[in-house]
Each structure stands twice: as C-alpha cells, then as structure tokens.
C-alpha cells in the first residue's frame, strides 16, 4: 500500500533548507531506498531552490508544499507554489553547457538538466494560479543496475 505524505514551508532561503530535510526526514523514515536518496535530495533541493527564486521571486509571503507517494517501485514528488509561472509556461528544457574553458564555466543553468537526469520522469502544469512540479522516481534498481544494463 502506498505511503503518502505533505509538508509545507514557507518560501525563503532558510525555510527550504529545513523543508527540504524534512521531507527527506520523513522519506527515510517511510523506508525510501538508500540507492536513490541522494538523487531525490538533489533533485528536490534544485526545484525547492527554483520556486524560492524564481516563482516567488520578490516576494516573502510565498509557501511551498510537497506531497509525495512512496509505492514499492516508484516515489512520486509533487512540489506546488502560488508563484509566477514558468517562462511560456512550460517545463524548461535541459541546456547543454561547454565546459571545456574552465575559465568560463556558466555560473547557473544546470538545475533542470540535474532534475531530467536524476528523475525518471518529470512534468509541470499551472492550474487555477497554481504551479505544480511531478517528479518521479524508479526505485526497481540500484544505480549499479542501470549503469550496466544495455
């Protein structure tokens, strides 16, 4: 059967820091597979971090809430703001990055290709003045077991 859960924060720096740690609290508690705990927490600390940003941005009255599902091979994320929507009011696309100058490395822009990398799948919509980030999460195999399968 299926666990779920909610968590609500506000939309600041320091908030989404404790927010995200509590999610990640709560998820290991409900027994969240170690092999994928690392990507969750970067994956969520990532969108966290763009809603405070950028959805809110210039606002401190903003909240966050993330409610999630933990099956037997899955774990579904669902992060939603009141804030400003996405740009065209899509999920950006993952930007490729030269980083062969080392001297001009890009200072930002890696986020949504970290989250499409560490996710398995992704989605947004805007409902009713609502944002609302889907992530999902295979936990059917341990990284070992996708970095050798064909």
């Given at each position: 059967m299926p666990e779920r859960f909610t968590h609500r924060f506000r939309a600041t720096e320091l908030a989404a820091r404790g927010g995200i740690v509590?999610?990640?609290?709560?998820?290991?508690?409900?027994?969240?597979?170690?092999?994928?705990?690392?990507?969750?927490?970067?994956?969520?600390?990532?969108?966290v971090n763009n809603v405070t940003e950028h959805a809110y941005r210039g606002r401190s009255?903003?909240?966050?809430?993330?409610?999630?599902?933990?099956?037997?091979t899955r774990l579904v994320l669902r992060i939603s703001d009141h804030g400003l929507p996405m740009?065209?009011?899509k999920l950006p696309k993952p930007r490729a990055h030269d980083l062969s100058d080392q001297a001009e490395l890009p200072e930002g822009g890696f986020g949504w290709g970290l989250i499409h990398a560490l996710t398995s799948s992704?989605?947004?919509?805007?409902?009713?003045?609502?944002?609302?980030?889907?992530m999902m999460f295979d936990l059917s195999k341990d990284k070992s077991e996708k970095r050798t399968a064909p």
């Open positions: 509590a999610v990640m609290a709560r998820l290991r508690a409900l027994e969240l597979p170690e092999h994928v705990a690392g990507d969750v927490e970067l994956a969520l600390a990532e969108a009255d903003g909240t966050i809430t993330v409610t999630g599902r933990l099956e037997d740009p065209e009011g992704v989605r947004y919509d805007r409902r009713a003045q609502r944002n609302t980030l889907s």
